[in-house]
């Protein structure tokens, strides 16, 4: 995914990135191609504010995304 690596490191502690089936990372509860068009509204945002992207589509991967992200986040092994 194109991210940067400090971001990525947080994603991947948070449990937020993960590998479909095909080995893609992709972030949770996303697919692949969701995970590139989501990412692709983040770049093309200018403002990351509320009043930021209004897009439904935006609003529906980053809700979906969210909720996923928090459940993986749950599942945390302590080692």
Not at 20 to 45: I, K
Request: aromatic share 8%; charged share 30%.
């Amino acid at each position: 995914m194109p991210i940067p690596d400090d971001y990525r490191t947080y994603l991947q502690q948070t449990r937020a990135v993960q590998k479909d089936e095909r080995g893609r990372e992709v972030l949770a509860g996303l697919t692949f191609s969701e995970t590139h068009e989501y990412l692709a509204y983040l770049r093309n945002c200018k403002s990351h504010e509320p009043g930021g992207p209004s897009s439904e589509r935006y609003l529906k991967l980053a809700r979906q995304h969210a909720r996923a992200a928090r459940l993986a986040g749950r599942f945390r092994t302590i080692n």
